[in-house]
């Protein structure tokens, strides 16, 4: 059974820092192109960007208003995704959800979301 | 800002049939690209429907239904049950490596 746990979230202040992770099981993590999407409260889901597996390289993709200030990593050893993010703003507050991504053409599985505020 | 757009509410009866539309560009929608359905209960995670434009991920009930036509994509629900009641959103990749969400359809079941 494929299981996605994100963890990490919490408040922050604008400004701050944090990372997010994303631990995997059930299917072959290392061979998955993974997605983070966000949704802040009462609002839609936006996507907030892709890395692909190692094997299929290629550069990592990012959503407009996180380019430059998001980083998405992965740690195939411990089938592990990260979303590491810097100079947060207040409309980053969202639940984070890591999915799986069928190569660039759906999401077929996602975690539960993590909780991250940012607020002074 | 969706650069997709749907619905805000569409509502039906128990057992009849409702349409979201979920209308792009030929820079999302229109591309060779396909476009994905997502089923989203409050508080919950989405939950994938459709993908590749009209198929359907084992165990979601064949009730459901995706077609696509130039830049506009459409998910049915047929024999409408108040357990569908959810937010729906559809989803895209482009031609600028993103993908983009629709805004996201209430489904009210009356």
């Known amino acids: 059974e494929v299981q996605l746990v994100e963890s990490g979230g919490g408040l922050v202040k604008p400004g701050g820092s944090l990372r997010l992770s994303c631990a995997s099981s059930?299917?072959?993590?290392?061979?998955?192109?993974m997605t983070w999407v966000r949704q802040a409260p009462g609002k839609g889901l936006e996507w907030v960007g892709l890395i692909k597996s190692k094997t299929d390289g290629g550069p990592t993709d990012y959503a407009a208003p996180v380019k430059g200030r998001f980083t998405i990593s992965r740690d195939d050893s411990k089938n592990t995704l990260y979303l590491h993010m810097n100079s947060l703003k207040t409309e980053d507050t969202a639940v984070y959800y890591c999915?799986?991504?069928?190569?660039?053409?759906?999401?077929?599985?996602w975690g539960q979301g993590t909780l991250v505020t940012v607020s002074s | 800002q969706s650069a997709l757009t749907q619905p805000a509410s569409v509502s039906g009866t128990p057992g009849q049939s409702i349409t979201i539309s979920c209308t792009g560009t030929s820079g999302d929608v229109g591309t060779h690209k396909f476009v994905s359905w997502y089923q989203q209960y409050p508080g919950k995670a989405p939950k994938l429907m459709i993908y590749e434009d009209t198929k359907r991920p084992s165990g979601v009930s064949n009730r459901f239904s995706g077609s696509k036509s130039g830049n506009t994509a459409s998910l049915t629900i047929s024999g409408l049950q108040p357990e569908d009641e959810a937010d729906y959103y559809c989803?895209?990749?482009?031609?600028?490596?993103?993908?983009?969400f629709g805004p996201g359809t209430k489904v009210t079941v009356l």
């Open positions: 059930g299917f072959t993590f290392s061979n998955a192109w």
């Open positions: 999915a799986t991504d069928f190569y660039g053409d759906y999401f077929d599985y």
């Open positions: 989803c895209s990749y482009t031609r600028s490596r993103n993908y983009v």
